[in-house]
């Protein structure tokens, strides 16, 4: 289950006309126009990037960057993120790694306890999703994988009444490569219906198919107990349920961090 999240909102505005775009060079340090929940200290600028994570947490803390579509929940996305590990924590229960989450939602709009988004904390469209990650497997392997957040079970009294929900994390693939720390890796992911293609400095490294999500929300995660940097994320999407052209938000903070081969 997971546990003490903490979490950075950044609420995208969209006109329902053309494409908006949205830069953030990741200068300001009071961070104007992002939205902190809880402890603040897990978050920090450096050299024009975000750091996910310092100090260093506590193992079971997760530090999340979400990016809530507000009223226009996408199902279609082109997401991508530079991704660098600073520090790194092995978890033997739960694969652990930092990286693009998809199709968030809370499980109260998951089980039907609230109707609309605007009833609850958009800052819950975390609870449940798919997660593409950089890190390691629960045997320790280094790699890419892919992951679903997803309710293991629901537990009421006598009376019918909800006692707890039980969310699990199930890896769905595992791709092994040789990540090191303190170098930077381009992670991308297309979604098309319930197709996802995942890649690595633009190289496919996993596909997968699975249908539990058809939309929900973007966010960005350090994962358990790790000091992560993010930069040049880009999201290009399509709002679920609409007919209209493909739409793209971006931030644009200069050149691509990679490491070259």
């Known amino acids: 289950m997971k546990r003490g999240t903490v979490l950075l909102m950044l609420v995208l505005l969209v006109s329902s006309a053309s494409a908006e775009i949205l830069r953030h060079d990741f200068n300001n ?23 996910a994570g310092v100090p260093p947490p506590q193992p079971d803390i997760t530090t999340l960057v979400l990016l809530p579509f507000k009223g226009m929940p996408a199902g279609d996305y082109d997401v991508a993120v530079s991704v660098r590990l600073d520090l790194f924590v092995f978890h033997p229960v739960v694969a652990n790694g930092a990286g693009i989450g998809l199709r968030g939602h809370s499980t109260e709009k998951f089980l039907g ?14 609870d449940l999703g798919y997660y593409f990650f950089i890190g390691q497997n629960t045997e320790g392997q280094w790699g890419v994988g892919a992951s679903i957040w997803h309710i293991e079970r629901v537990a009421v009294n006598a009376e019918g009444f909800l006692r707890g929900v039980f969310i699990e994390n199930e890896l769905l693939r595992f791709s092994p490569f040789d990540v090191k720390l303190g170098e930077w890796y381009r992670l991308k992911v297309i ?30 995660s350090s994962g358990f107990g790790n000091v992560i940097r993010f930069d040049d994320f880009e999201v290009e999407y399509e709002p679920a349920a609409a007919v209209q052209p493909r739409r793209k938000l971006a931030t644009m903070w200069g050149k691509i961090k990679r490491t070259v081969q």
């Open 29 to 51: 340090l009071d961070l104007e126009g992002w939205v902190i929940r809880e402890d603040h200290q897990t978050i920090a600028i450096e050299d024009g990037e975000l750091i």
């Open 113 to 126: 306890l609230v109707k609309s988004d605007k009833l609850q904390d958009s800052r819950a469209l975390s």
């Open 191 to 220: 979604a098309r219906g319930d197709l996802f293609r995942i890649f690595v400095n633009e190289k496919q490294v996993l596909g997968l198919k699975d249908v539990r999500y058809p939309e929900g929300t973007i966010y960005l």
